[in-house]
Nanobody
């Protein structure tokens, strides 16, 4: 089991920045893929960014160039640095421990945090 606790959300004006943190209850060293998702009211949850253990990252097109995902395994923490925020970035942001490898087999974990609200005013 992995418990994930997000923090860092809040209210910010358009063009501003926020940094979200996700602290895991155990070492993230063995978790290959960590992700940030978001869910806006009335919309489906969507993948925002993912990072693997090698540091490779992927981003949703809507946040490329504005958001940066990073991880610090020594602190069991994953970050999402958000800049140039837009009102359409308003959502609850969730941290996700996606899975890990045993040999060449990817084992899905699917652990989620409780979410942190990000509100961007225009």
């Amino acid at each position: 089991q992995v418990q994930l606790v997000e923090s860092g959300g809040g209210l910010v004006q358009a063009g501003g920045s926020l940094r979200l943190s996700c602290v895991a209850s155990r070492s993230t060293f063995s978790i290959n893929t960590m992700c940030w998702y978001r869910q806006a009211p009335g919309k489906q949850r969507e993948l925002v960014a993912r990072i693997n253990s090698a540091g490779s990252t992927n981003y949703a097109e809507s946040v490329k160039g504005r958001f940066t995902i990073s991880r610090d395994n020594a602190k069991n923490t994953v970050y999402l640095q958000m800049a140039s925020l837009k009102p359409e970035d308003t959502a609850v942001y969730y941290c996700n421990a996606d899975g890990y490898y045993i040999g060449s087999t990817y084992v899905k974990l699917g652990y989620w945090g409780q979410g942190t609200q990000v509100t961007v005013s225009s």
